[in-house]
């Protein structure tokens, strides 16, 4: 039985990918400190084949017993989060990558790190490929973010290269479906709360900006398709269908089935202006791509997060 840890477990995509491996006959050790992520995200997990460990992976990381593959998932995600965390953001992109390489070392496992299209900051090249550098403002409020990223691709790369450590790097493109927090700040869950309670809908800009979005269970596929290969460079995982801001807003607002009005903000800064994978090396490599269509996708999310709103 192959043995997996899952740092930032208790997370969005880190409890989906939990419930995964968990399905596929893995064991699984679900390791978060619960900065941002919520145990109720994994309370419905009852198996002699889960463990959940809390600890801040920034620190030495200790798991008895063999390990085939670690995926670190640890890390804010969101605006909010990184820009009310920044030292943490930054520390757990650097220090908690390396404490994970440095375990993956010692236990000759595959290593998966999530990392973001943030990498590609506000791209000057569109779609954005692997072989782009990105376009990053290292010292603007997003760069806590995209900078902690970009390092710990770095030290995965080096660990690889001296080390001979086998590593993956997912370069992972806007994600959505159950279990995100409805607070985090991201487009997805604010403009689904906002419409569910039939309050104004936010917009920055003039939702002229494009987003890509992927379904969770998508993802988690690209995510298992990728640690299970020998491709050993940066893979883009994500949903190439492109879409504005403003056209996503009134896809929600009518699934949703609301009178919501539309209320228009400042952009915030660096905030990227388009926003698209191109995914031929995972179609190519991983045989993969995106399934679930995005109006599916929204409205499974939707029925979540109207149980989730009824329950606050």
């Known amino acids: 039985m ?3 840890l899952i740092t930032g477990g ?3 995509l880190g409890s989906h990918l939990c419930d995964h491996f968990l399905q596929e006959g893995f064991e699984v050790i679900c390791m978060d400190n619960l900065l941002t992520g919520d145990i109720s995200n994994i ?3 009852h198996s002699d084949k889960f463990l959940f460990i809390k600890h801040d992976v920034t620190n030495y990381i200790y798991i008895d017993g063999p390990l085939d593959y670690i995926l670190h998932f640890a890390s804010p995600a969101s605006p909010i989060d990184y820009q009310q965390l920044p030292i943490q953001t930054l520390k757990v992109g650097s220090l908690g990558t390396h404490k994970a390489l440095g375990l993956a070392k010692a236990k000759r496992a595959v290593f ?3 990392s973001t299209s943030e990498v590609y900051g506000d791209p000057l090249v ?3 490929s692997e072989d782009y550098w990105g376009n990053v403002n ?3 409020p997003r760069g806590v973010y995209d900078e902690a990223k970009r390092f710990a691709e770095a030290i995965t790369m080096a660990y690889q290269r001296y080390h001979k450590v086998n590593t993956r790097i997912a370069r992972i493109f806007n994600t959505f479906g159950p279990k995100m927090r409805i607070h985090d700040g991201r487009v ?6 906002q419409a569910i309670r039939h309050q104004e809908m936010t917009i920055f800009g003039d939702g002229s900006q494009t987003r890509s979005f992927c379904y969770v269970a998508d993802l988690v596929e690209g995510i298992h398709q990728l640690l299970l290969s020998d491709c050993q460079d940066p893979v883009n995982l994500g949903n190439p269908q492109e879409m504005t801001v403003l056209q996503f807003a009134e896809m929600v607002r009518r699934i949703a089935g609301s009178k919501s009005q539309f209320t228009f903000k400042s952009l915030p800064v660096d905030d990227p202006r388009v926003r698209q994978p191109d995914i031929r090396k995972a179609q190519n490599l991983l045989h993969w791509t995106p399934r679930v269509p ?7 999310t939707m029925e979540w997060m109207k149980g989730k709103i009824c329950h606050q």
């Open 138 to 140: 290292p010292i603007g």
């Open 112 to 114: 998966l790190l999530a």
């Open 2 to 4: 192959p043995r997996i």
């Open 43 to 45: 309370a419905h997990i």
């Open 126 to 128: 569109h779609p954005q």
């Open 294 to 300: 995005l109006e599916e996708g929204l409205t499974k």
């Open 10 to 12: 208790a997370g969005f």
């Open 188 to 193: 997805v869950p604010t403009l689904m709360s």
